[in-house]
């Protein structure tokens, strides 16, 4: 086999992803945990969705994350 045939994501790569999920879920339980109706609480409207935005500019870097050996 010749090392083209290289996967496309390293392990760090998913470890990435695997966080960016874990905050996306705890973005979405935090909204979902906030008392005030409608979810106008501090956690409906500011904390959860700033989790939520941070879980996908996680995905993002890890989508686009380069290995030293790539390069």
Known sequence: MSKNNK??????????????????????????MDTEPYGFGILGLTIGPMTVLAGFIIQFFAILHKSKEDK
């Open 7 to 32: 996967l496309a994501f390293t392990k760090q790569n998913y470890i990435l992803m695997v966080a960016g999920i874990v905050v996306l879920i705890l973005g979405f339980i935090l909204m979902s």
